[in-house]
């Protein structure tokens, strides 16, 4: 079988040698806005086509070379992935409103109609509007962000209605991670609780949950924020299966049947409130990584999801289980600097549960301030038996960077 990845960016770059793995033939295809951020491998495919627009005429040439199966890999894929399995009749999602799997505020209340809780949402172009909703609303912060970009794309945190004009007006003036300009911003209330994250594949509307991961933030200023570390959680919490639950909930709200899917949910003192949620692989991780941690990871098993769906269907996929403590980390670049050398680096890679580090800039560019994902200058795993020895480790990255890591000649 051949299948077609749609923008194969990111951590979409591993899942062509997963699919020969399985037997599976990748081509890709790549949209008109893809995410620049993200690093991709063109010599990973036979066949790389450029979509331009011309949905006809990208299906027609993929009938033509056989695709069964078409998959979004990141974000900016996952629209052009439902149209093209719609075209050629290929296992895809559901077809009643597939914008609410990119656009955030028909996201929510499509959510929202299948009887799962949401956050306070509206959206609109005028800033004035949004004001209007939050003052009648009466609680606050508020979260304004873009309706369809991710990595934490201009979102802010807003106290009151200066904020929310300030925020608004940043994000209207700004294209979002793809290119395209941001004609309207969603306002949320804020949710407060622990932050998860579950991967799943899917096939033929049977969910498979691949991991739960817990993620912690770090404020950048007092109007916006990102994340700044995860690690797994076992299969069997408590909380982990309240907020598994409801991200298969989720998925069927949303109509996402196949492939695979990265759902964000705020555990809060109510349970579990949709963030977002994602037609796609999810996130940064490396997946051997992942593998050697929790003993599965989601690009092999969507692979695996693909080539054999009744793998999924009869519910024969693995169940993960945590093989060690591991803390997945963005670098954080307090200020202006630049990318150290290998000899700056050595104490980082020096610390006892240091497992990997990926630099995402090369050395000796200037870089600056990490406000976002996009501004990060690459993420790192820490991994030990003794979780106070991967706290500690952790702490001094961080204590690192406060103190120089990023500064020339440190």
């Not at 890709?28 to 893809?34: E, G, T, Y």
């Amino acid at each position: 079988m051949k299948c077609a990845i749609v923008d194969a960016y990111g951590i979409g770059r591993f899942l062509p040698a997963a699919l020969r793995r399985h037997g599976v033939e990748p081509l890709h295809v790549r949209s008109q806005f893809p995410d620049v951020h993200l690093s991709y491998e063109p010599a990973d495919f036979e066949i790389d086509i450029q979509h331009d627009g011309d949905l006809e005429a990208t299906a027609a040439r993929l009938r033509e070379l056989g695709v069964g199966f078409v998959v979004a890999a990141m974000e900016s894929g996952v629209l052009l992935a439902d149209a093209l399995s719609a075209a050629l009749g290929t296992p895809g999602n559901g077809p009643s409103d597939p914008p609410a799997r990119r656009d955030k505020h028909r996201m929510v209340r499509a959510v929202e109609r299948a009887g799962l809780a949401v956050a306070d949402s509206f959206a609109s172009p005028h800033a004035d509007e949004v004001v209007t909703w939050a003052e009648t609303r009466g609680q606050w912060p508020v979260v304004l962000k873009p309706v369809a970009s991710a990595g934490m794309d201009n979102v802010h945190f807003c106290h009151d209605a200066e904020d929310i004009r300030a925020a608004h007006a940043s994000i209207r003036a700004a294209t979002d991670r793809y290119g395209r300009h941001n004609e309207t911003a969603l306002a949320q209330g804020f949710l407060d609780g622990d932050e998860y994250f579950v991967n799943t594949v899917s096939r033929e509307g049977k969910h498979h949950i691949v991991e739960i991961w817990r993620y912690r933030k770090h404020r950048i200023d007092s109007n916006r924020s990102m994340v700044s570390n995860e690690h797994p959680v076992p299969f069997n919490d408590p909380d982990a299966k309240q907020v598994g639950e409801y991200a298969l909930g989720v998925l069927d709200a949303l109509e996402i049947r196949n492939g695979a899917a990265h759902t964000e949910i705020m555990q809060t003192a109510n349970g579990p409130v949709l963030v977002e949620c994602g037609a796609r692989l999810g996130g940064a991780h490396l997946p051997d990584l992942v593998t050697r941690s929790i003993g599965t990871n989601q690009v092999d098993l969507l692979a695996l999801a693909i080539a054999r769906p009744e793998e999924v269907t009869a519910g024969r996929l693995p169940t993960y289980r945590l093989l060690n403590h591991v803390r997945f980390m963005n670098l954080i670049v307090p200020r202006d600097g630049v990318i150290p050398d290998e000899a700056g680096w050595q104490p980082v890679r020096d610390l006892e549960s240091f497992l990997e580090l990926v630099v995402t800039q090369p050395t000796g560019k200037r870089i600056e301030r990490t406000v976002d994902l996009a501004t990060s200058p690459g993420y790192m795993y820490l991994s030990h038996d003794d979780p106070d020895r991967l706290q500690a480790d952790y702490e001094r990255v961080r204590e690192l960077e406060r103190t120089g890591l990023y500064e020339p000649n440190h």
